[in-house]
């Protein structure tokens, strides 16, 4: 090649860029100048900006709407370290504030950040780069992100180092990452418990309080215990809780205690090393309230444990309990509560706290403004009667029975809950449980039954079992309206309310009046469905449905078709025929408030009280014995059939005999008494009431003419007489089996006799008699036999249930 000439060099001159010196005061210029290809333009600039973002957060603002964060983004990963540092260290900077940090979750620049935390990064690269993805790492996303890119191991090496900014932003980013499970339950297998133990003992306050809330999250979980148990990471805090200089770290530390002694296996270990001791005596320490408090409560989590109870026991624990009863911050005697009621679960303990004087202390409380005091006193008061009635005694001397029976319409559930359980547990001791009932406290759980608590709805049940204790109590109960809410509990899915809701119908259903308003709100019925299901049905429930039945003879006649000898039937009790699916029964005043209809009547034995029925007879003429005889009419039925045809009365008055009383049955009870008990044997006795009945009921009537009896429609004229689809079964003269065998069984227990009633088909009906048979001379059979007595066809003939006589008696 040639030289070059003149005119090249003078070419080469013109085609030259001189350098140009540029100054700026604008931003956006210089944002601009970010996206520049030389290194001494981009680092002047991104030194410019960065001290401009310094200057405070406006400016940081402005450089967001100026676009910055996108070429600032590209420049971390610049070859030139100045460049990258001045870059990192802009973006730290403004990611503080909160409309960057927004804006940044939007950059893709999460991994070019990570790819910053290797070993051979600068000091300075590692605090802005970890302060960037500490502002970040509270948004979900971000933290995915983070774990997408394997993120947590450098961090966790970051812990190590020297500079604590690194370690501060470090700490910040892991407690964000830790609040996602799965980071949780792995960070212990990435080696960072020792780290985070060597950071309890920084310098810095703010590296020690992020460690100690970092350790109260992963302690929760099992595996993290385990190895913080390796790491001897409880004796550590020990030592920290015994270290004054660090009263500031105490609350934390505490809660990762808490979090220790909630796992058996590591509460027995800290057990066996003396860590339960020198809690004990921590709490004895002077410290602030909260701490107390905080303090307070690691006892009770660790008091879940029998074991740990036998240690807090020999400790005198209970002692130091009391006296921190009386201390002036209520929430250190709500927490001092809580341990009480978990270390009653200690039945020494609980007699210790009464032997120290606890349980009025405990009872005082009750009255205080505070609903978190007074909640966990009534707690502590539940756990202190149960099964124990020195304490329960106790409590009642303190006067405290009164105050939780108006804690019963407390708001708070739990103190309701543990109100009811409290009042329960002292009404097993029969002065308490008079004293209660005296207050209304029967009454007052009408409300609480109404509850939607479940622990309100079975501790409130489990009061109205223990105080419903007699009739008048039942009746107090049924009147406050306490029956329906009852009853509605049988509808509950929950095992525990369910179980004391049948027991509490159970005792409640000791009264009749109670009985028949239960089942007239379907409780019979929930009862019996909940007896078919396999999860559902208990002991409980199928006592709660005996009993139902037993003390409603009309309701268990009608579904179950049968009387047992025990079945005691008095006044009032009526046949309303055999049970049809999905037929609600009726009570008497119901069905006697019917009109007249062409259904089945109802058969209804009402004894008059005999003082009323000398009065009404001293005002009328009284028939001769041989008419009553002969006729089986009531003086008052003489009359009617006397009296001229009256226009029909759509009310029933006073004297008819559904009201007044059926006056011809108390004839019949009357000759019952005197002809069958004069006699001595006992065969004889059943065969001659069976002839009373007969003769009450038609005579005898061979079973070829059963036909002509014409029993209904000498019913359907009484029906017509009354007005009424309820008859008197003292007025029937014409009765088919159905009616001599309910005749018989009530005349039967009127006069103490033993007897069943059983229901057959079309009508049919027979009673059931025991009788001993003389095998010799003043010899009985070992074992009774059971007869079924004739009512209809031979009267008074006992047959022996397995005869023939006896399969055609009870059949057509």
Same mark, same amino acid.
């Given at each position: 090649?040639?030289?070059?000439?003149?005119?090249?060099?003078?070419?080469? =001159?013109?085609?030259?860029?001189?350098?140009?010196?540029?100054?700026?005061?604008?931003?956006?210029?210089?944002?601009?100048?970010?996206?520049?290809?030389?290194?001494?333009?981009?680092?002047?600039?991104?030194?410019?900006?960065?001290?401009?973002?310094?200057?405070?957060?406006?400016?940081?603002?402005?450089?967001?709407?100026?676009?910055?964060?996108?070429?600032?983004?590209?420049?971390?990963?610049?070859?030139?370290?100045?460049?990258?540092?001045?870059?990192?260290?802009?973006?730290?900077?403004?990611?503080?504030?909160?409309?960057?940090?927004?804006?940044?979750?939007?950059?893709?620049?999460?991994?070019?950040?990570? !790819?910053?935390?290797?070993?051979?990064?600068?000091?300075?690269?590692?605090?802005?780069?970890?302060?960037?993805?500490?502002?970040?790492?509270?948004?979900? %996303?971000?933290?995915? !992100?983070?774990?997408?890119?394997?993120?947590?191991?450098?961090?966790?090496?970051?812990?190590?180092?020297?500079?604590?900014?690194?370690?501060?932003?470090?700490?910040?980013?892991?407690?964000?990452?830790?609040?996602?499970?799965?980071?949780?339950?792995?960070?212990?297998?990435?080696?960072?418990?020792?780290?985070?133990?060597?950071?309890?003992?920084?310098?810095?306050?703010?590296?020690?309080?992020?460690?100690?809330?970092?350790?109260?999250?992963?302690?929760?979980?099992?595996? +993290? #215990?385990?190895?913080?148990?390796?790491? $001897?990471?409880?004796?550590?805090?020990?030592?920290?809780?015994?270290?004054?200089?660090?009263?500031?770290?105490?609350?934390?530390?505490?809660?990762?205690?808490?979090?220790?002694?909630?796992?058996?296996?590591?509460?027995?270990?800290?057990?066996?090393?003396?860590?339960?001791?020198?809690?004990?005596?921590?709490?004895?320490?002077?410290?602030?309230?909260?701490?107390?408090?905080?303090?307070?409560?690691?006892?009770?989590?660790?008091?879940?444990?029998?074991?740990? #109870?036998?240690?807090?026991?020999?400790?005198?624990?209970?002692?130091?309990?009391?006296?921190?009863?009386?201390?002036? =911050?209520?929430?250190?005697?709500?927490?001092?509560?809580?341990?009480?009621?978990?270390?009653?679960?200690?039945?020494?303990?609980?007699?210790?706290?009464?032997?120290?004087?606890?349980?009025?202390?405990?009872?005082?409380?009750?009255?205080?403004?505070?609903?978190?005091?007074?909640?966990?006193?009534? !707690?502590?008061?539940?756990?202190? %009667?149960?099964?124990?009635?020195?304490?329960?005694?106790?409590?009642?001397?303190?006067?405290?029975?009164?105050?939780?029976?108006?804690?019963?319409?407390?708001?708070?559930?739990?103190?309701?809950?543990?109100?009811?359980?409290?009042?329960?547990?002292?009404?097993?001791?029969?002065?308490?449980?008079?004293?209660?009932?005296?207050?209304?406290?029967?009454?007052?759980?009408?409300?609480?039954?109404?509850?939607?608590?479940?622990?309100?709805?079975?501790?409130?049940?489990?009061?109205?079992?223990?105080?419903?204790?007699?009739?008048?109590?039942?009746?107090?109960?049924?009147?406050?309206?306490?029956?329906?809410?009852?009853?509605?509990?049988?509808?509950?899915?929950?095992?525990?309310?369910?179980?004391?809701?049948?027991?509490?119908?159970?005792?409640?259903?000791? =009264?009749?009046?109670?009985?028949? %308003?239960?089942?007239?709100?379907?409780?019979?019925?929930?009862?019996?469905?909940?007896?078919?299901?396999?999860?559902?049905?208990?002991?409980?429930?199928?006592?709660?449905?005996?009993?139902?039945?037993?003390?409603?003879?009309?309701?268990?006649?009608?579904? $179950?078709?049968?009387?047992?000898?025990?079945?005691?039937?008095?006044?009032?009790?009526?046949?309303?025929?055999?049970?049809?699916?999905?037929?609600?029964? $009726?009570?008497?005043?119901?069905?006697?408030?019917?009109?007249?209809?062409?259904? #089945?009547?109802?058969?209804?034995?009402?004894?008059?009280?005999?003082?009323?029925?000398?009065?009404?007879?001293?005002?009328?003429?009284?028939?001769?014995?041989?008419?009553?005889?002969?006729?089986?009419? +009531?003086?008052?039925?003489?009359?009617?059939?006397?009296?001229?045809?009256?226009?029909?009365?759509?009310?029933? +008055?006073?004297?008819?005999?559904?009201?007044?009383?059926?006056?011809?049955?108390?004839?019949?009870?009357?000759?019952?008494?005197?002809?069958?008990?004069?006699?001595?044997?006992?065969?004889?006795?059943?065969?001659?009431?069976?002839?009373?009945?007969?003769?009450?009921?038609?005579?005898?009537?061979?079973?070829?003419?059963?036909?002509?009896?014409?029993?209904?429609?000498? !019913?359907?004229?009484?029906?017509?007489?009354?007005?009424?689809?309820?008859?008197?079964?003292?007025?029937?003269?014409?009765?088919?089996?159905?009616?001599?065998?309910?005749?018989?069984?009530?005349?039967?227990?009127?006069?103490?006799?033993?007897? +069943?009633?059983?229901?057959?088909?079309?009508?049919?009906?027979?009673?059931?008699?025991?009788?001993?048979?003389?095998?010799?001379?003043?010899?009985?059979?070992?074992?009774?036999?059971?007869?079924?007595?004739?009512?209809?066809?031979?009267?008074?003939?006992?047959?022996?249930?397995?005869?023939?006589?006896?399969?055609?008696?009870?059949?057509?």
């Amino acid at each position: 090649m040639g030289k070059k000439t003149g005119k090249d060099k003078e070419k080469e =001159d013109k085609d030259a860029f001189e350098t140009l010196s540029l100054e700026s005061k604008a931003p956006g210029t210089v944002v601009l100048l970010l996206s520049s290809q030389e290194e001494d333009i981009l680092l002047k600039a991104s030194e410019a900006i960065q001290k401009f973002a310094e200057k405070g957060e406006e400016n940081k603002v402005m450089l967001l709407g100026l676009g910055v964060l996108g070429p600032l983004c590209k420049l971390i990963d610049h070859s030139n370290k100045l460049i990258k540092r001045n870059a990192l260290m802009t973006l730290g900077n403004m990611a503080t504030n909160g409309e960057v940090s927004e804006a940044l979750k939007k950059e893709d620049f999460i991994p070019s950040l990570l !790819q910053k935390l290797t070993p051979e990064e600068d000091v300075f690269v590692h605090e802005f780069a970890t302060l960037c993805l500490a502002a970040v790492a509270m948004d979900f %996303t971000c933290r995915v !992100q983070i774990n997408a890119n394997d993120g947590m191991p450098p961090l966790i090496k970051l812990l190590s180092s020297p500079d604590p900014d690194v370690a501060k932003n470090s700490l910040e980013i892991i407690f964000n990452l830790v609040q996602d499970l799965e980071n949780l339950e792995v960070l212990h297998e990435l080696g960072a418990i020792p780290p985070l133990l060597e950071l309890l003992k920084s310098d810095f306050p703010v590296i020690q309080h992020l460690a100690l809330q970092i350790f109260q999250c992963v302690t929760t979980d099992l595996e +993290t #215990r385990k190895t913080f148990r390796e790491e $001897l990471g409880f004796e550590r805090f020990l030592d920290l809780l015994d270290n004054m200089e660090f009263n500031d770290l105490h609350a934390e530390a505490l809660q990762t205690v808490s979090n220790c002694l909630g796992d058996i296996e590591t509460l027995q270990i800290i057990h066996l090393n003396g860590g339960l001791t020198r809690l004990a005596e921590f709490v004895l320490a002077p410290s602030s309230p909260e701490i107390q408090s905080i303090a307070i409560k690691c006892i009770t989590r660790a008091a879940q444990s029998s074991e740990s #109870r036998e240690v807090f026991h020999e400790q005198m624990i209970e002692k130091v309990l009391v006296e921190l009863l009386s201390a002036a =911050d209520d929430n250190v005697k709500a927490s001092a509560c809580q341990a009480i009621a978990a270390m009653s679960f200690h039945p020494c303990s609980k007699d210790r706290f009464r032997e120290l004087e606890g349980v009025p202390i405990v009872v005082q409380l009750l009255s205080s403004e505070s609903s978190v005091l007074k909640e966990a006193a009534t !707690q502590a008061l539940s756990s202190l %009667t149960h099964s124990n009635e020195a304490n329960a005694l106790a409590v009642y001397e303190a006067g405290g029975h009164e105050i939780l029976i108006q804690q019963l319409s407390e708001s708070s559930a739990s103190t309701v809950a543990s109100s009811a359980a409290t009042i329960s547990n002292m009404a097993e001791q029969e002065i308490i449980q008079s004293s209660i009932l005296t207050l209304g406290g029967v009454q007052a759980l009408v409300e609480p039954l109404k509850s939607t608590d479940t622990q309100v709805l079975m501790y409130t049940a489990l009061c109205v079992a223990q105080l419903a204790c007699d009739n008048e109590e039942r009746d107090k109960f049924h009147k406050a309206g306490g029956l329906e809410p009852l009853v509605n509990l049988l509808h509950s899915n929950d095992k525990e309310v369910l179980r004391h809701a049948c027991f509490a119908v159970n005792v409640c259903a000791g =009264d009749t009046a109670c009985a028949v %308003t239960m089942c007239r709100l379907g409780a019979l019925e929930i009862l019996q469905e909940i007896n078919q299901s396999a999860n559902r049905r208990s002991s409980f429930s199928e006592l709660a449905t005996t009993s139902l039945l037993n003390s409603n003879l009309p309701v268990k006649y009608n579904r $179950l078709g049968r009387l047992t000898a025990n079945d005691i039937i008095t006044s009032n009790f009526f046949d309303a025929g055999q049970a049809c699916v999905g037929e609600p029964f $009726l009570t008497l005043e119901e069905l006697i408030s019917q009109p007249l209809n062409q259904q #089945r009547a109802i058969i209804v034995f009402n004894v008059p009280v005999e003082d009323t029925v000398e009065l009404a007879e001293d005002r009328k003429p009284s028939p001769t014995e041989s008419e009553i005889k002969k006729g089986r009419m +009531t003086p008052k039925r003489k009359r009617e059939k006397d009296k001229p045809d009256e226009e029909p009365q759509d009310v029933l +008055t006073e004297k008819s005999p559904i009201i007044f009383g059926d006056v011809s049955l108390l004839m019949l009870i009357k000759e019952a008494k005197d002809s069958v008990l004069s006699l001595t044997d006992e065969r004889e006795q059943y065969a001659a009431l069976a002839r009373l009945v007969s003769d009450a009921m038609g005579g005898a009537v061979p079973l070829e003419k059963l036909h002509e009896l014409d029993w209904v429609l000498h !019913q359907s004229d009484l029906r017509f007489q009354l007005k009424s689809n309820v008859i008197p079964i003292g007025m029937i003269n014409k009765g088919t089996y159905c009616h001599r065998a309910l005749l018989f069984k009530c005349l039967a227990d009127t006069i103490e006799k033993s007897c +069943t009633l059983v229901r057959g088909d079309y009508n049919r009906a027979w009673n059931e008699v025991l009788l001993f048979e003389e095998v010799h001379e003043n010899l009985r059979s070992p074992e009774p036999i059971c007869y079924i007595v004739d009512l209809m066809h031979q009267p008074g003939t006992l047959m022996p249930i397995d005869s023939p006589a006896a399969q055609q008696y009870q059949t057509i």
